[in-house]
Protein backbone atom coordinates (compact mmCIF):
# COMPACT_ATOMS: atom_id res chain seq x y z
CA UNK A 1 0.00 0.00 0.00
CA UNK A 2 0.68 3.85 0.11
CA UNK A 3 3.43 5.08 2.65
CA UNK A 4 3.17 8.70 4.00
CA UNK A 5 6.35 10.65 5.55
CA UNK A 6 5.93 13.98 6.67
CA UNK A 7 8.68 16.05 7.44
CA UNK A 8 9.61 19.66 8.44
CA UNK A 9 7.31 20.39 11.75
CA UNK A 10 8.63 22.06 14.99
CA UNK A 11 8.60 25.37 16.95
CA UNK A 12 8.35 28.50 15.87
CA UNK A 13 7.62 32.09 17.02
CA UNK A 14 3.99 33.77 16.54
CA UNK A 15 3.41 35.24 13.44
CA UNK A 16 6.64 33.07 11.54
CA UNK A 17 6.64 30.74 9.06
CA UNK A 18 7.02 26.90 8.43
CA UNK A 19 6.54 24.68 5.73
CA UNK A 20 5.80 20.94 6.44
CA UNK A 21 6.49 18.23 3.22
CA UNK A 22 4.89 14.54 2.72
CA UNK A 23 6.39 12.14 0.56
CA UNK A 24 4.20 9.19 -1.16
CA UNK A 25 5.73 5.76 -1.92
CA UNK A 26 4.42 2.45 -2.45
CA UNK A 27 5.20 -0.59 -5.45
CA UNK A 28 2.36 0.94 -7.61
CA UNK A 29 -0.15 3.97 -6.96
CA UNK A 30 -1.61 6.55 -8.24
CA UNK A 31 -2.54 9.81 -6.19
CA UNK A 32 -6.26 11.04 -6.35
CA UNK A 33 -5.55 13.96 -4.08
CA UNK A 34 -3.46 14.83 -1.21
CA UNK A 35 -3.98 17.19 1.72
CA UNK A 36 -3.30 18.24 5.56
CA UNK A 37 -5.32 17.92 8.35
CA UNK A 38 -4.11 18.80 12.25
CA UNK A 39 -5.17 17.80 15.89
CA UNK A 40 -5.14 20.15 18.29
CA UNK A 41 -5.11 18.50 22.22
CA UNK A 42 -8.95 18.27 23.37
CA UNK A 43 -10.14 18.78 19.57
CA UNK A 44 -11.03 17.05 16.55
CA UNK A 45 -8.83 16.38 13.81
CA UNK A 46 -9.87 18.90 10.84
CA UNK A 47 -8.65 19.57 7.26
CA UNK A 48 -6.39 22.24 6.66
CA UNK A 49 -5.97 22.07 3.13
CA UNK A 50 -6.42 19.74 0.39
CA UNK A 51 -5.10 19.52 -3.58
CA UNK A 52 -6.59 16.97 -6.27
CA UNK A 53 -4.76 15.35 -9.45
CA UNK A 54 -5.74 18.46 -11.26
CA UNK A 55 -4.49 21.11 -9.14
CA UNK A 56 -7.93 22.14 -7.54
CA UNK A 57 -7.39 23.41 -3.87
CA UNK A 58 -9.20 23.86 -0.64
CA UNK A 59 -8.23 25.18 2.64
CA UNK A 60 -9.98 25.94 5.86
CA UNK A 61 -11.61 29.19 6.76
CA UNK A 62 -9.17 29.64 9.61
CA UNK A 63 -5.56 29.31 7.12
CA UNK A 64 -7.11 30.55 4.27
CA UNK A 65 -4.28 33.59 3.01
CA UNK A 66 -1.76 32.11 5.31
CA UNK A 67 -1.00 29.17 4.28
CA UNK A 68 -0.89 27.23 0.83
CA UNK A 69 -0.51 24.08 -0.67
CA UNK A 70 0.99 22.77 -3.29
CA UNK A 71 2.23 19.91 -4.81
CA UNK A 72 5.56 18.24 -6.89
CA UNK A 73 4.85 17.18 -11.01
CA UNK A 74 4.88 13.52 -10.18
CA UNK A 75 2.01 14.62 -7.62
CA UNK A 76 3.79 12.45 -5.16
CA UNK A 77 4.83 14.93 -2.60
CA UNK A 78 2.68 17.67 -1.18
CA UNK A 79 3.38 20.96 0.70
CA UNK A 80 2.11 22.85 3.17
CA UNK A 81 3.79 26.50 3.71
CA UNK A 82 2.55 28.61 6.76
CA UNK A 83 3.14 31.71 7.04
CA UNK A 84 1.99 34.35 9.63
CA UNK A 85 1.57 31.31 12.22
CA UNK A 86 -0.61 31.75 15.13
CA UNK A 87 -1.19 30.02 18.67
CA UNK A 88 -4.30 28.39 17.67
CA UNK A 89 -2.28 26.66 14.88
CA UNK A 90 -0.49 24.96 17.18
CA UNK A 91 -1.37 20.68 16.38
CA UNK A 92 -0.34 17.64 14.96
CA UNK A 93 -0.19 17.84 11.26
CA UNK A 94 -1.21 14.66 9.05
CA UNK A 95 -0.58 14.25 5.79
CA UNK A 96 -3.78 12.23 3.58
CA UNK A 97 -3.52 10.60 0.20
CA UNK A 98 -6.59 9.45 -0.82
CA UNK A 99 -4.72 6.84 -3.66
CA UNK A 100 -5.52 3.58 -6.14
CA UNK A 101 -2.75 1.05 -5.65
CA UNK A 102 -2.16 -1.71 -7.52
CA UNK A 103 -2.48 -5.22 -6.31
CA UNK A 104 -4.46 -8.18 -7.72
CA UNK A 105 -6.67 -5.44 -9.35
CA UNK A 106 -6.29 -1.55 -9.05
CA UNK A 107 -8.14 -0.69 -5.61
CA UNK A 108 -8.84 2.98 -3.93
CA UNK A 109 -7.52 3.67 -0.35
CA UNK A 110 -7.30 6.25 2.42
CA UNK A 111 -3.93 6.80 3.60
CA UNK A 112 -2.14 8.68 6.30
CA UNK A 113 1.26 9.45 7.92
CA UNK A 114 2.03 9.51 11.10
CA UNK A 115 1.93 13.03 12.01
CA UNK A 116 4.31 15.79 12.78
CA UNK A 117 4.05 18.55 15.63
CA UNK A 118 3.62 21.92 14.97
CA UNK A 119 3.88 24.24 17.76
CA UNK A 120 3.37 28.29 17.56
CA UNK A 121 4.82 30.04 20.71
CA UNK A 122 4.60 33.35 21.82
Known amino acids: QVQLVESGGGLVQAGGSLRLSCAASGRAFMINAMGWYRQAPGKQRELVAR???????NYADSVKGRFTISRDNAKTTVYLQMNSLKLEDTAVYYC????????????????WGQGTQVTVSS
Open 96 to 111: NADATVKGITWRGGDY
Open 51 to 57: ITSGGST
